[in-house]
């Protein structure tokens, strides 16, 4: 405990203190504490100090959520606390645990908070992946508005116009940051994940199902509340799964009809069909609007059985790491070369003929 | 408290859609006028749903970052910021370019929203026009002198007319300041259209300022092949690049100019907030500062 945080003890007694444990009242010149159980009355400044001092986790634990966390905001209250597991433990024992440093998850970052001996904490955020790395391994950054950058783009450099996609690029660490930069370094990391992850938590998270935002849809996405629920169920087994996205999916077709296709296991909730789903639903509205046909093509069994494994290394984006000469696998590039040289007709189609019923 | 939320378009495509936003409101974080800035988006993230539950501040003063009044400012914006009670009688804009600001609440947090007109039928926009034409000039050791015209280009539908009334808007303002020659209103989808600019000109030099937000397809592609700049929008176009017997000086989107910033803080001061000495900094500060990103 230092001075400032003394001072900041002595002018909160005025008006008492009731936090975490910790109460302090002033009468006249005379000060009175209670810390859990134990009770001291009747104390001059000085020996407020000697009570302090000897519990000076309180004071600084105190002074650190009232003082320095600054905020009006639940939700970013919650978090932080959340982030050392506050729930049920002293200060001392909080203390404790942060001296070696306490790591969270959050989507794919890993949020490492510790404490200093005034109580002050320091948060290091970085992906999961580089857990074990050291600090000077790694880019490191200050402000959080260098955070946007880091979103942008992928490992491999492609666009990321999903913040939750498991696809956050590593080898960077925001290794020192203070509680407000913290917060806005998550935020352009994971938009609207705290306010989102506090409103389940407290029992309120305004659900947008299928149906709802399908029906508040105007313009060119107008066309896709026509889409059937059987479709809804493969739009959500495609996009909104734990390789796809790091939110859970809370939303259903309608509140009292839920969809089949697994929501996840991420730590915070999705309240609604994004910009993303609603964007590539229109494309399958217009896909399912064509009927299905009967066609003929001329395949041997190997061959249908690469046209599933092509389709199952693109769904599942192992593109990249098919070997150039394994011509094992059946999205193999050579494999799928030959496949269109054989299969092909000189319009670039595969040669197939319409049965008639 | 007073948060400052800028709402634009992005791009679930291409990167570059949603720098111009976060640029301008790095340039007004740096004044410190609002406690917080926050940026939101049609199709990034935070979407306009979810923006204003990040909000501290009890006061919003929302400004959307498009260029004319219409479907965007009067429908999808309202509606996903879930404002109570949201009608375009609220902004009093029969012409469709004087849309100031409505004060409401909003359908999930309990705060003041005050939500503004467009930054592309603010006044001041033309000031940007005008810089733009400057920068793009300067950028290449030319004043814009005697035997200058200039040309505003607007994208146009004959979905929403205010489109084209933006356009005509700040085209009449620039012409009355007799900075140009001559100024004229072009677009991409109606008449008089893009690809004939130099038709309409006397001039020998043409500024080409397209009143657009971000570059992207329109502003990079098919401005410049529509006005015979390039005929592959990939190899690039130079500027000024001969047209017709006529010199093209093309800007790319004007909303990528520094001061826009200036535009941003205008429609919010306009609105009631409180923004001291911030109009004055960014435009101070953006006086010789060409190009937001570069």
């Known amino acids: ?357 | 408290m007073q948060a400052l939320v800028i709402v634009a378009h992005g791009s679930h495509l291409n990167p570059d859609s949603s720098t111009p936003t976060y640029d301008h409101a790095d340039r007004i974080r740096e004044t410190g006028a609002f406690d917080e800035v926050k940026e939101a988006f049609w199709k990034e993230e935070p979407s306009f749903r979810e923006v204003l539950r990040t909000v501290e501040s009890d006061e919003v003063y929302v400004v959307p970052l498009f260029i004319s009044e219409g479907y965007f400012t009067e429908q999808v914006i309202p509606r996903e910021l879930r404002l109570d009670g949201w009608d375009i009688e609220e902004w009093d804009s029969e012409d469709g370019v004087s849309a100031t600001q409505a004060t409401l609440g909003a359908g999930d947090v309990e705060k003041t929203i005050h939500y503004c007109g467009p930054v592309g039928t603010h006044e001041a926009m033309s000031d940007v026009i005008v810089q733009r034409a400057e920068s793009v000039t300067a950028d290449h050791d030319a004043d814009i002198d005697d035997g200058f015209g200039l040309a505003v280009v607007g994208h146009g539908t004959e979905r929403n007319e205010n489109s084209a009334k933006a356009i005509y808007y700040h085209a009449d303002q620039i012409r009355d300041r007799g900075r140009f020659d001559e100024v004229q209103s072009v677009f991409m989808d109606e008449e008089p259209e893009v690809d004939d600019v130099t038709d309409f000109f006397e001039s020998r030099d043409i500024v080409v300022v397209p009143l657009f937000i971000a570059d992207g397809f329109h502003t990079q592609e098919d401005i410049p092949e529509d006005m015979g700049l390039t005929d592959d929008y990939r190899t690039g176009y130079p500027v000024p690049g001969e047209v017709d017997g006529h010199r093209l000086w093309y800007s790319g989107a004007v909303g990528t100019e520094a001061l826009m910033a200036d535009v941003v803080l205008e429609r919010a001061a306009d609105a009631g907030a409180d923004v001291g000495t911030a109009i004055e900094q960014v435009r101070e500060a953006t006086s010789d500062e060409p190009v937001a990103g570069d």
């Open chain 1, 1 to 357: 405990m230092n001075a400032p945080q003394f001072d900041a003890l002595l002018s909160a007694a005025e008006d008492g203190i009731e936090f975490e444990g910790l109460l302090v009242e002033q009468h006249g010149d005379e000060y009175a504490v209670h810390i859990l159980d134990e009770e001291y009355t009747e104390l001059a400044e000085s020996e407020l100090h000697e009570v302090a001092t000897d519990h000076s986790p309180y004071v600084t634990d105190w002074y650190y959520w009232t003082h320095v966390v600054d905020t009006t905001k639940a939700d970013r209250l919650a978090f932080l606390q959340w982030l050392e597991d506050a729930d049920g433990l002293s200060p001392p024992e909080r203390y404790t645990k942060l001296d070696d440093g306490v790591t969270c998850h959050w989507g794919e970052l890993a949020i490492t908070t510790t404490v200093d001996e005034d109580g002050i904490r320091q948060y290091d955020v970085r992906h999961v992946n580089d857990i074990d790395h050291d600090a000077a391994d790694l880019d490191t950054y200050d402000d959080p508005l260098s955070a946007r950058d880091l979103t942008t783009y992928d490992d491999d450099g492609r666009y990321r116009p999903l913040k939750t996609a498991p696809t956050l690029q590593s080898g960077w660490t925001f290794p020192a940051l203070d509680a407000p930069d913290l917060l806005q370094t998550i935020e352009y990391i994971y938009p609207a994940t705290v306010p989102n992850w506090q409103r389940e938590r407290e029992g309120e998270l305004d659900i947008s199902h299928w149906r709802d935002t399908a029906e508040r849809q105007t313009g060119i996405y107008e066309i896709i509340e026509e889409i059937d629920r059987e479709a809804v169920e493969w739009i959500a087994e495609a996009c909104c799964v734990d390789s796809q996205c790091t939110k859970r999916r809370e939303w259903q077709y309608a509140e009292d009809d839920h969809l089949a296709a697994d929501g996840g296991d991420g730590e915070y909730p999705c309240r609604e069909p994004c910009s993303l789903v609603v964007a590539a639903a229109r494309k399958w509205t217009t896909l399912e609007n064509e009927s299905e046909k009967t066609f003929q093509v001329d395949l041997t069994l190997s061959e249908l059985r690469q046209i599933e494994e092509i389709i199952d290394t693109v769904a599942e984006g192992r593109v990249d790491e098919i070997r150039e000469a394994d011509v094992y696998e059946g999205a193999n590039r050579y494999r799928a070369r030959y496949l269109r040289a054989k299969r092909f007709d000189e319009d670039g189609e595969l040669a197939a003929h319409e049965v008639e019923e």
